[in-house]
């Protein structure tokens, strides 16, 4: 599989494990970190996989996730979208979320100026929107990497940046698919969101030993923005006259 076409190779993403759950860098206030879980009660995880959509391992995933009743969020790059329109469609047809991965997997923190940020941003957002009709409502960062002027994007876009409590390293060419499996299940909670990478073929074959120990743990699979939503009071149900 030609995975470099598809947005990153494992080695353009050896920064994000020590950079899933960490604040942005010069953040101003605490409230300048991604998100990396939720507090709640409910027994609810979110699966989260980057770099799509992979016309080899996105068909795959749907079927799977179809047969286990499982809601993911793709975070996809908007190059890609444009090439595979019919499978980001598919996503949202299938009931998943799709967040904004940006447009070209660029390190958004050594762009030059908040214009270019917010151009890149903005053209991954119209991607998908051109390809499904649906603009993104989450986004996570490249690297997870972050300044100032990528938060300063962000709020302006009103687009809450997502991180993972638990991140599987499968972009790293050591990992296993025992090590995924681990990492994604071993101490994963309610409210946790895990981070996986859509082009990882051991990350494929791990996937129904995690639905299932997760399952095992009475954890039901959610869309990142209804991770987020979880534990809002829902609105009064409308009646006619």
Not at 3 to 29: E, Y
Not at 167 to 196: E, F, H, P
Not at 230 to 235: L, R
Request: hydrophobic residues 45%; contains cysteine; proline residues 5%.
């Amino acid at each position: 599989m030609n995975q470099i076409a598809f947005a990153t190779t494992a080695a353009a993403c050896m920064a994000s494990s020590f950079l899933a759950a960490a604040p942005a860098a010069h953040a101003a206030d605490a409230r300048q970190q991604p998100v990396t879980r939720v507090e709640t009660k409910q027994k609810a995880v979110a699966l989260t996989f980057d770099d799509g959509p992979n016309p080899e391992n996105a068909p795959k995933y749907l079927k799977l996730f179809k047969d286990e009743g499982v809601k993911a969020t793709f975070f996809v790059v908007g190059n890609n979208v444009a090439r595979q329109a019919d499978l980001a469609k598919q996503m949202i047809a299938a009931g998943h979320e799709i967040g904004n991965h940006s447009m070209d997997h660029a390190n958004l923190a050594q762009l030059k100026t908040e214009e270019d940020v917010r151009g890149n941003i903005a053209r991954a957002q119209a991607a998908v929107k051109d390809a499904t009709g649906v603009e993104p409502k989450v986004f996570r960062a490249p690297y997870i990497a972050h300044d100032e002027k990528t938060w300063r994007v962000l709020g302006a876009l009103q687009l809450p940046s997502v991180g993972a409590r638990l991140d599987t390293r499968d972009w790293d060419g050591k990992s296993t698919v025992a090590s995924i499996t681990d990492a994604a299940t071993l101490t994963a909670d309610a409210g946790d969101i895990v981070l996986m990478h859509e082009w990882n073929a051991k990350t494929l074959e791990a996937m129904p030993e995690i639905i299932r120990r997760l399952k095992a743990k009475g954890l039901a699979f959610v869309t990142v923005s209804g991770l987020l939503e979880i534990d809002k009071p829902k609105p009064p149900a409308a009646h006619g006259k």
